[in-house]
Nanobody, 125 residues
């Protein structure tokens, strides 16, 4: 089991940027694909971005493509989500998660095993 701790959330204005971090415990971080999901009040958790184990291939939800960038540093067991041009509709709790499933399933909630507690991102208009 991997322990994940997110950080970097906060209250920003529309158009601002934030960089989220997700630190993982253990020595097997590089064996997991990683994903970011978000959940807004009253809505279901939704896929935001994912990155394969070695970081070469990434996936994005259409709603964030071109604005958000996922990256990872396996040397420090951390995955990042750089969020630019934030909009009020990006307001949500953002969580990271690990996956050992096929890359074809990385957009699906069911492909993820361990989850962090999440970090709140609030974007004011």
């Amino acid at each position: 089991q991997v322990e994940l701790v997110e950080s970097g959330g906060g209250l920003v204005q529309a158009g601002d940027s934030l960089r989220l971090s997700c630190a993982a415990s253990g020595r097997t971080f590089s064996s997991y694909a990683m994903g970011w999901f978000r959940q807004a009040p009253g809505k279901e958790r939704e896929f935001v971005a994912a990155i394969r184990r070695r970081g070469g291939i990434t996936y994005y939800a259409d709603s964030v493509k071109g604005r958000f960038t996922i990256s990872r540093d396996n040397a420090v067991n951390t995955v990042y989500l750089q969020m630019n041009s934030l909009q009020p509709e990006d307001t949500a709790v953002y969580s990271c998660a690990t996956s050992t499933h096929s890359p074809s399933g990385l957009r699906s909630l069911r492909s993820y095993d361990s989850w962090g507690q999440g970090t709140q991102v609030t974007v004011s208009s």
